[in-house]
């Protein structure tokens, strides 16, 4: 019985603080994606920004939808760490590219958004 109190307790995802961090990623790697657009950057930036958001995606979702807990053969968490630190490593290059040579504005706030996003990124591996 004690069993059944502790899980009609559980914080939903949305409500928790690795929720909050992965939405605050999500935010602004969709930013940084949208100024790389608007501003016609380079195709390997809009690329890899998005190909970010569509796995911060696939994270929330799983999250959301409690598919960790049904799928135990993956280890999630390790899985989520090693996306993290990747994806703060890509999200630096791709900043640092973007504000190194003499861009449009919004290519730089592109950038700027991004190293944001890679700090989150570090700040979620750390919270996981």
């Known amino acids: 019985m004690d069993a059944a ?15 909050h961090v992965k939405m605050l990623r ?3 790697t969709v930013t940084s994606m949208a100024f790389f657009i608007i501003a016609q950057a380079p195709e390997p930036y ?9 796995i911060i995606l696939f994270f929330i979702l799983l999250y959301i939808l409690r598919l960790d807990r049904l799928m135990k053969w993956l280890f999630w ?21 973007a504000l ?9 706030v592109g950038g700027a ?6 700090v989150v990124c570090l700040a979620d591996g750390v919270v996981l």
């Open 26 to 28: 999500l935010a602004l």
């Open 100 to 108: 190194i040579p003499e861009t449009t504005t919004l290519t730089v």
């Open 77 to 97: 968490p390790l899985l989520d760490i090693i996306n993290s630190l990747v994806t703060t490593v890509f999200l630096i290059i791709v900043s640092v590219l």
């Open 5 to 19: 109190q502790r899980k009609a307790h559980h914080r939903a995802f949305c409500f928790s603080v690795k929720g």
């Open 46 to 54: 809009i690329v890899i920004t998005g190909f970010e958001v569509a």
């Open 113 to 118: 958004f991004g190293f944001l996003a890679a």
